[in-house]
């Protein structure tokens, strides 16, 4: 990534309201933020301001975070771009790098976490932590979730769980990495 320098100014990319305006409460402190919830809002936003870090959703509508993150790099050569999604997969994070995305996150990510991925140390390995066994199952489970569009019962029958368990493990939060 190069000479690092302070990220002041932010944008961010979700066509999701909540999550948006989590995310710009805990990066506003101190910092310029601009938010967008389409694709097209954030590459006007970018072409007139002086951006130090773009977080964008990897689905915006029916736009892919993938194509505006190879806008983003090509217009901004120095910007730091992190692509978050609840619904990343090994191909998925290869073509975000491959496209210029300095980080993949998987959702839910704090903008905490966001920022502490671009400010370690030189010197880190950069491997990411082992999940605990609670984290890797719940990513599990939202990924199947995402896979039956959000129905429960389907989601329940592909994990072989019944339905009443699955929903009990949906209202608990999401377990700390």
């Avoid at 771009?81 to 090994?90: E, I, N, R």
Wanted: hydrophobic content about 45%; some cysteine; charged content about 30%.
């Amino acid at each position: 990534m190069g000479e690092r320098r302070s990220i002041r100014t932010v944008l961010l990319v979700d066509d999701d309201q909540q999550i948006l305006a989590a995310w710009k409460r805990s990066a506003g402190r101190g910092r310029t933020v601009f938010d967008a919830s389409d694709a097209a809002a954030a590459r006007k936003i970018a072409a007139h301001e002086d951006l130090d870090l773009a977080v964008v959703d990897l689905r915006l509508g029916n736009e892919s975070g993938i194509e505006l993150i190879r806008d983003l790099r090509k217009a901004h050569s120095d910007l730091k771009l992190a692509l978050c999604s609840g619904y990343v997969s090994v191909t998925t994070a290869v073509n975000a790098m491959r496209a210029g995305a300095d980080t993949v996150l998987f959702k839910p990510v704090s903008f905490t976490e966001i920022l502490r991925r671009f400010e370690q140390s030189a010197d880190d390995t950069g491997l990411e932590p082992t999940p605990t066994l609670a984290r890797a199952e719940w990513e599990h489970i939202m990924r199947v979730l995402a896979d039956c569009n959000g129905n429960v019962t389907l989601a329940a029958e592909r994990l072989d769980i019944a339905r009443s368990t699955l929903q009990r493990r949906l209202r608990k939060l999401a377990p700390s990495i």
